[in-house]
Antibody, heavy 119, light 109 residues
Framework: EVQLVQSGAEAKKAGESLRISCRGVGYKFSNYWIAWVRQKPGKGLEWMGIMYPGASDIRYNPSLQGQVTMSVDNSNSVAHLQWSSLKASDSAVYYC????????????WGQGTQVTVSS | SYELTQPPSVSLSPGQTARITCSGDTLPSQFTYWYQQKAGQAPILIIYKDTKRPSGIPERFSGSSSGTTATLTISGVQAEDEADYYCQSADTRGNNPWVFGGGTKLTVL
């Protein structure tokens, strides 16, 4: 069974760093794109970026570039999303999702990671 | 920046047909994808490439696209269909590969 297992909820202070993770289970991790989607409290979905583990191809939403960094650890089938200096406005639920090719839909989703940043 | 426009809310009674629209200038040349998100849960893909339904998605969910408008149709709405629905498409006019619509809250009265 294909699963995306995300790391647990985080409570941080503004200015701190953070890395959250998304582990792929039950499939060949390097063969599928992994996207990150943000959902702020009471708001809609926001596409953050996408990466292809097999080729280290990473593309960001231009509005977020420089604010977050996506990376991948193929040996452990894990994708990461990290911040060097959090802001209160980064408080949201972050989802990872898998897609079979760049222009397919997001077939499988992680359970989400709640990030709360206090000022 | 490129936007996909959805109605904020749709309300109807069980058994009625819900039609949720998504409008965007690039939809004539790009596929639309639809996601359902129930309260407190992760989204799930219910329609891909305008009209295709993933396995396990009930037949009452269907998609269509014409010109600059894509439509998600739910025939015979059930109480369990109450959720937020989001469209997604590619943003070929800018540097952002993908964009979501603002979402539509479907309320089953």
């Amino acid at each position: 069974e294909v699963q995306l297992v995300q790391s647990g909820a985080e409570a941080k202070k503004a200015g701190e760093s953070l890395r959250i993770s998304c582990r792929g289970v039950g499939y060949k991790f390097s063969n599928y794109w992994i996207a990150w989607v943000r959902q702020k409290p009471g708001k809609g979905l926001e596409w953050m970026g996408i990466m292809y583990p097999g080729a280290s191809d990473i593309r960001y939403n231009p509005s977020l570039q420089g604010q977050v960094t996506m990376s991948v650890d193929n040996s452990n089938s894990v994708a990461h999303l990290q911040w060097s200096s959090l802001k209160a406005s980064d408080s949201a639920v972050y989802y990872c999702a898998r897609q079979s090719d760049f222009y397919s839909g997001m077939n499988d989703w992680g359970q989400g990671t709640q990030v709360t940043v206090s000022s | 920046s490129y936007e996909l426009t959805q109605p904020p809310s749709v309300s109807l009674s069980p058994g009625q047909t819900a039609r949720i629209t998504c409008s965007g200038d690039t939809l004539p040349s790009q596929f639309t994808y639809w996601y359902q998100q129930k309260a407190g849960q992760a989204p799930i893909l219910i329609i891909y490439k305008d009209t295709k339904r993933p396995s396990g998605i009930p037949e009452r969910f269907s998609g269509s696209s014409s010109g600059t408008t894509a439509t998600l149709t739910i025939s015979g709405v059930q109480a369990e269909d109450e959720a937020d629905y989001y469209c997604q498409s590619a943003d070929t006019r800018g540097n952002n590969p993908w964009v979501f619509g603002g979402g539509t809250k479907l309320t089953v009265l």
